[in-house]
């Protein structure tokens, strides 16, 4: 048994690999109170695994605590993947391939290798990002932008008068302030990701397959194309990926 950690900027996600599928998994908000005991507390009653496998662009804190954890509780000092210029077929468009967040580069890895084909991969959380790899493996490169609560959050920080509010059904022209900003952010997701498809037809020729991932890219779905395939485990795949020849 293999357990993963993807610990990313608002969750840490984790979960048990064995016998070819995910058997158990759970995540906590790092950001939150307690949540160092909330984790122990899933983790209580696993057994020893023979492999612990963590993927973070999170605090270095949250990393370390993972770390300590894992190695007081099983004896057992976690593997750290990293983001490489090349890995199980796909090639990093970065010159500097550690300056890219290992999440991204993990979901690639994954989606790449699943299809065999162009893809487009969205991560779809706290940032989205959307990349590209061509089907010999090239990464083209990608866009970041800030996810919907965090461009929602910086309205309402950054501009007065403005309240939360949850986009509308349909998500159709706001008739409030908070409803138009609920339903701009989301919708200027979608339109950033469906742009990024626009780009690989044009670099790779029509038949490419959108990949989403990410904790609100189920909200954004409605917004894309039937064709994209949700892959929630897309990071936790990539890791198992990274880590055969490890």
């Not at 610990?7 to 599928?21: H, I, P, V, Y």
Request: charged share 15%.
């Amino acid at each position: 048994m293999m357990l993963l950690f993807d610990l990313g900027n608002s969750r840490a996600k984790w979960a048990t690999w064995s016998a070819g599928s995910y058997a158990q998994t759970g995540s906590v908000d790092p950001c939150g109170p307690g949540w160092e005991l909330q984790l122990q507390q899933q983790l209580h009653g696993i057994a020893a695994p023979e492999r612990v496998l963590v993927a973070s662009v999170g605090s270095l804190q949250v990393l370390t605590a993972v770390h300590d954890m894992t190695s007081s509780r099983w004896d057992q000092e976690p593997i750290q993947l990293e983001p490489e210029a090349m890995r199980c077929g796909v090639r990093s468009a970065y010159a500097e391939p550690a300056q890219m967040g290992v999440d991204r580069w993990l979901a690639m890895l994954a989606a790449w290798n699943r299809f065999q084909s162009p893809v487009c991969v969205f991560d779809i959380g706290t940032a989205v990002t959307a990349d590209v790899v061509a089907a010999d493996g090239r990464h083209l490169g990608g866009l970041i932008a800030p996810g919907i609560a965090l461009s929602q959050s910086m309205l309402q920080t950054k501009t007065a008068g403005i309240r939360h509010a949850n986009p509308e059904a349909g998500v159709t022209l706001g008739q409030s302030t908070g409803a138009c900003v609920a339903n701009g952010c989301l919708l200027s997701v979608a339109g950033m990701l469906r742009m990024a498809l626009e780009l690989m037809e044009r670099q790779c020729g029509p038949g490419g397959v959108p990949v989403a991932t990410g904790g609100d890219a189920e909200r954004v779905l409605p917004f894309l194309p039937d064709s994209c395939a949700h892959i929630p485990s897309l990071v936790f795949d990539g890791m198992l990926l990274a880590a055969r020849d490890k």
